[in-house]
């Protein structure tokens, strides 16, 4: 028994995904300034980004993550099923454990020369649409889901007429990148494809990186919820000594400093009045989540995403 | 008793060796062998086992699967031959002819080794993109290379050239000019004697040379992910398929395919061995 945690400065490690490196930037100094205010003692927190489904498995295999902050459940189920974590933890903190949210959208070339509008000109010959491998990118899972939902949800529509509209989606999908970073590279910096499937606060950082003046975001008539959750993974907090911190840290992303700066980065807050400040940043959507329409991640996981799954059948014959 | 005394007499009666350890040193590498490269890939069987025969032949007679392995070892293959041939011309210029600049072409042969292969996918992907520098030109021509095959075949062309050139070089350096002379003196053409006299001399190299690359290029991840556009079916190579899997948590269907990979190149290497013995055998 070394006590390290209060020996030296107390240490976390944040297990998280690839496009909230600049969000936990801003997070973790304004967490630690708060925790030593509170009479707290020392602490660092270091981060680890990668592919939400890669992050998982290091942690199941071994990475001494104290917390994960993922961009779907799905991954952190996986781990609860490695015994890491409790099968409920998405009971323990408010919102289903998800302090803030983002939602699929399409980036265009500047001046929209293929006047893509919504999810039917997306299948229309000659568009070329860049979105992840579904299989391995929460960022591909959703978007895939979202045209799904779209296609039943047409008049005279049905699973029938989703796998057929699919199939056309990913007939015109030029490059299938594993993860949402690779697919932005490809359509910002390779310069393929007309329009990039992503997440709302993706678009931001595309915006930023490449130049505000090249793309376009367009707002399909309908998208889907992308919940951001959180969770402490118990079994390596409590080895550490973390888990009073850890905990602590968690729920500082639901308060009214940790949502502004979910805010300024793009992902949109649960907090009503945070996100109603910044009403010019979000633009209203009509959403559906996957929990109602797909009857929750492990069905839609297990319909669609796996071995044999939709997904397959879809892309047996459909190919550039 | 007796039938362990008698191997023991038997090495005691072998004939004597100018350096003593036989003993020792074939020990050590058995172990070393061991610990380094066979417990490893036995750990590799051992998950995949875990399917049991049929699970196993499920995952491996899947079309994806399938499509994978036989686009990783195609593409190798093509790859290595293009490799064969032209590492094999790059390595007779480089051993027969002084030009200016050699001494820094032949470090710019090394770089494919020396790059880290993400650095390598990259950049060909960023040149042969139909926005790069090449893929500018090809691309009115109807030559599509980045995000298909063929630009499979390049990345791994690439990665695979210095093992040719490598192999190739030091054999041909050994050729002995006094025998292309005399076979320019008994009267042979230039073709016989480039077909009988260098080719069966550097055959065994070549052949090194051309597994090397292939064998290379059957686990080449790095590069190729950048440049192949990863389409299920159509430009998924098997090692992106094994990690595809991993990232679905899917351990066993991984090492599945990792097995088979191992006990293809396995089959295959030992085929090239047995080939490069018999063309030394005729040479």
């Known amino acids: ?320 | 008793m007796s039938s362990i005394a008698a191997p023991a007499d038997a090495a005691r009666r072998a004939p004597k060796r100018a350096i003593p350890g036989f003993g020792p040193t074939l020990g050590f590498t058995v172990f070393y062998l061991s610990v380094l490269v066979l417990i490893p890939l036995a750990g590799v069987f051992f998950r995949a086992s875990g399917l049991g025969l049929e699970g196993l032949w499920n995952v491996l007679t899947g079309p994806r699967v399938l499509n994978a392995l036989s686009l990783s070892f195609g593409a190798a293959f093509i790859a290595a031959l293009i490799n064969a041939v032209f590492g094999g011309v790059v390595a007779w210029v480089f051993v027969r002819y002084e030009f200016p600049g050699k001494r820094l072409l032949d470090a710019v042969i090394d770089l494919p080794f020396a790059l880290p292969t993400a650095v390598a996918g990259i950049a060909l992907t960023a040149l042969y993109a139909p926005n790069g520098w090449i893929g500018e030109l090809l691309t009115p021509l109807g030559i599509k290379v980045a995000y298909t095959r063929l630009g499979i075949i390049v990345a791994l062309t690439f990665i695979g050239l210095p093992f040719v050139v490598r192999t190739v070089e030091p054999v041909l350096r050994e050729v002995e000019r006094d025998l292309e002379e005399a076979a320019a003196t008994l009267g042979a053409m230039r073709w016989h004697t480039i077909t009988r006299v260098i080719l069966p001399a550097v055959l065994p190299a070549l052949v090194t040379g051309f597994a090397l690359s292939f064998a290379r290029g059957v686990g080449e991840y790095g590069s190729v992910i950048f440049i192949a556009g990863n389409f299920p079916n159509v430009t998924e190579i098997a090692p992106l398929l094994i990690t595809i899997k991993l990232d679905e948590y899917d351990y066993r269907g991984a090492t599945a395919i990792a097995a088979a990979m191992l006990v293809i190149s396995f089959v295959l290497l030992l085929v090239i061995n047995l080939l490069q013995a018999w063309a030394r055998r005729r040479a």
């Open chain 1, 1 to 320: 028994m070394l006590f390290a945690g209060q020996v030296g400065a107390a240490q976390l490690l944040n297990a998280s995904y690839d496009v909230a490196r600049g969000f936990y930037k801003d997070l973790n100094p304004a967490f630690i300034a708060d925790w030593k205010k509170h009479g707290g003692a020392d602490l660092s927190i270091d981060q680890s980004h990668g592919g939400s489904s890669k992050q998982a498995r290091s942690v199941i295999d071994g990475l001494e993550a104290d917390v994960v902050t993922m961009n779907n459940p799905l991954d952190i189920d996986a781990i609860a099923k490695a015994g890491l974590l409790p099968a409920d933890w998405q009971k323990r903190l408010p919102n289903n454990s998800s302090p803030s949210w983002s939602a699929i959208l399409f980036i265009v070339r500047k001046g929209n020369p293929k006047g893509i509008k919504d999810w039917d000109d997306l299948v229309k010959s000659g568009v070329q649409v860049i979105v992840p491998n579904p299989k391995t990118s929460g960022n591909g899972r959703y978007s895939y889901l979202a045209a799904w939902q779209y296609a039943r949800s047409k008049t005279g529509g049905s699973d029938d007429t989703a796998i057929a509209f699919e199939k056309k989606l990913f007939g015109n999908v030029p490059v299938l990148d594993t993860g949402g970073r690779g697919a932005t590279t490809t359509f910002a910096q390779r310069g393929i494809g007309d329009v990039l499937l992503t997440f709302e606060n993706e678009v931001g950082l595309i915006r930023d990186e490449f130049g505000a003046d090249k793309f376009e975001i367009v707002v399909p008539s309908l998208t889907v919820r992308a919940d951001n959750p959180i969770a402490l993974v118990d079994k390596v907090a409590a080895k550490k000594g973390t888990t009073p911190i850890a905990q602590a840290y968690l729920q500082f992303h639901y308060t009214k400093a940790a949502q502004e700066i979910f805010a300024k980065n793009g992902l949109r807050p649960i907090d009503a009045a945070v996100l109603k400040a910044h009403a010019a940043d979000f633009p209203a959507l009509n959403l559906f989540d996957v929990e109602q329409a797909f009857g929750g991640w492990s069905k839609a996981q297990a319909d669609h995403f796996a071995d044999g799954g939709s997904f397959d059948k879809i892309i047996a014959n459909a190919h550039p």
